[in-house]
């Protein structure tokens, strides 16, 4: 757990380094570009405004002009018609005709016609009627209070007024041109004024209308509003642009408010800021599967270390649950079993196993292929098979079918194993054995040692269909079947030569007692002295299994000596010896029944074991015969004298004569409270 | 383990069929008695039958032997297998008793 927080935390950190380093970074590119952009739109704007600005200016100074020239003519024109007063109509008249919704008027100072008395001024209005031309001076309208007739009389050029609402008719602005007539005297006799309607301002938001909610403002020299804007809302913040015009002393304003200027562009960053802030998102994601992807490897790595670990205690936990207790079966002298696993370095796949169910000894042996821990796993599940199967088959053809059909069936890694499969009779000594690409056991009979003949088949796992055929054969009196693993024949010393069948025959053959654990020493023996410390590249394994018919118990109760027979002849000695032996140990048998136990109910072991005598070598039988009875040595019985004839024979003492006549040593021994009768048997 | 005892003139034939161990000698010794008060008869036993005896059988061929002899009887063993006539040999019982 600690080591797994201590993985957690800095992967978490760096991810959450990234995102905000990301972050920080699209900001940032989204900031320099915001003010980049509000600079060059600030620019552009400016640019645009003072353009549009000219542009208008153009256009008022245009009108100005047009109306100064207007304004000159008329006064020229008025000058030539001094003397005919009623010229002056057609004056005016003709110059509005080429002016735009304006009216033109020449105003004369008081009594310059007497004849038309004090006021004179014509006045001619265009109009989209047409052309109306009159006398409007009088008391009522005496422009000779007006500022513009004022300032023309005094003012040696074209005076502007400022604009004014005009009451008399359109009710629109009008702004005023006057300028002054002079006689030929040089006196300025009259004022012309051209009035403009300042309606074509609003034809210049063409111009100045420079964003759709922009405005702009028009006002005079002394900051009279032609164009009102709206009112500025405090907070907000304008940008304005400006203009004077020269002719007319105006003062031309564009005000465009940040926001609006900026419309655009927020709404760009703002668009970029959301897709800058979906992509941090999408980062964020990303890192968050990528660390939560990371942190499943980090933790599928470690839960493969945890499980390789796991796994290969398992393994040992399944090796260990293999049959490790030798002897196995204290109960059960008929049986002697020695197993030996000797693991490679890297987990292996070899196993075996036996137990006894129903007086039958059934036991495997296996090996997976390939190392490691599928090895082991199928190893382990090989083994529960095993034992699951057999439970409840006692063929050994049905046992390997049903577990190649399971095997195959879950194999996933293409792994096969090859298995030998034994169910030995205890009874019988039939072994029914069924092989499945295994190495041919080696069975050691009367000294003598052949591989038992075995039909390969298959291994597991490759073929679930696959017929295998069982085979049997006849265990007598202290067979040893010896199994093994290829790790056995195949260990490799530093040449690389293999130990080999040969090798391993010759060991066998070298082998004198075949007690199973005597008999797996003598081989690890032969095969570690063969490698001479080359490094075990594979599983060691080995098996050997003692068959000795079951040790006879008998009560005492001599009804209970034919089982005697029954089990001699089960040994399967040779047929000369066979009488013989029974002869002997039925006498010493019915000795121990007759007197050990007198009065008393009592037992009597008989056990056999073959080997060979220490000396020569040569082999022998030997038997004990045990009982828990009292202390009663036959050897000191008196023995028959069989010189003496019939009728001095004695009934007794025959048979104490028999067992020595027929076995080579008789000896006794009085033992943890038994007496223990040894009779060997050379042969 | 069989024994049949029959006569014939002045035979009496006891035929052993199986094996006579320790646990057949009780009923062979019984199944033998009446050989026991035999007088000046020929005493066959027939042992061709005979799979195996031990000491309790030689005791009851002894025995037969005996009595025979304390009756003016004979014995005569006949046709004993190849394991049976070790046991006599063994047993020196080949002296005792007129094989055939």
Known sequence: MKNENAHKAPRQRSS??????????LEAIAFVQYFASHEAVKREAMQRAQSELRKAELEIETHTIEMETAAKMLAKLTQQYLDRPDSIYGATKMVVSTLHNTSVAVAFIPNYFPKKGHYYEICSTRSDDGIYTRQIGSAEHDYTQMEWFQNGLVIDSCWWCEPYLDDSGSQTWVVSCSCPVYDRNGQVVAVVCVDLSLDYLEQLSEYLQVFPKSYYTISSGNGQLIVPAPDTIPGRKYYTFTEDIDATGWHLEIIIPDDVLYADLRRIGLIITIMM????????AMLYFAARTNKKLILSTEKNERMESE?????AIQMAMLPKVFPPFADRPDLNIHGLVEPAKEVGGDLYDFYIRHDKLFFCIGDVSGKGVPASLVMAMTRSLFRTISSHEEKAAEIVKTMNASVTEQNTQNMFLTFFVGVLDCQTGILDYCNAGHNAPVLIANGEHHMLPVLANIPLGIDAEYPFVAQTTQMKHSDLLFLYTDGLTEAENSTHTLFGDERMMASLATVTDTCPRKVIEHMQGAVTTFVAGAEQSDDLTMLAIRYQYPALYMRNDIQQI????????????????????NLALEEAVTNVMLYAYPGQHGSVLVECAKSLDPATRAPRLIFTITDSGIPFDPTKKEEADISLSAEEREIGGLGIHLVRQIMSEVLYERKDDKNVLTLIKNI | ???????????????FAGRLDTAAAVQTAED?????ELEHKEIILDCSQLEYISSSGLRIFLGIRKEAAAHGSKVIVRNISA?????????GFISLFEIQ
């Open chain 1, 16 to 25: 959450f380094w990234i995102l905000l380093v990301a972050a920080i970074l």
């Open chain 1, 277 to 284: 802030l979906l992509g941090i998102i999408i980062l964020g």
């Open chain 1, 311 to 315: 796994l290969y205690i398992a393994s």
């Open chain 1, 562 to 581: 034919p089982t005697l027979a029954e089990w001699i002849e089960g040994l399967g000695l040779p047929d000369e010896l066979s009488m013989p032996v």
């Open chain 2, 1 to 15: 383990m069989k024994t049949t005892i029959t006569h014939n003139g002045n035979q009496v034939i006891a035929a």
């Open chain 2, 32 to 36: 033998v008695k009446p050989l026991m």
């Open chain 2, 83 to 91: 394991d049976i006539r070790q046991v006599f040999m063994m047993t």
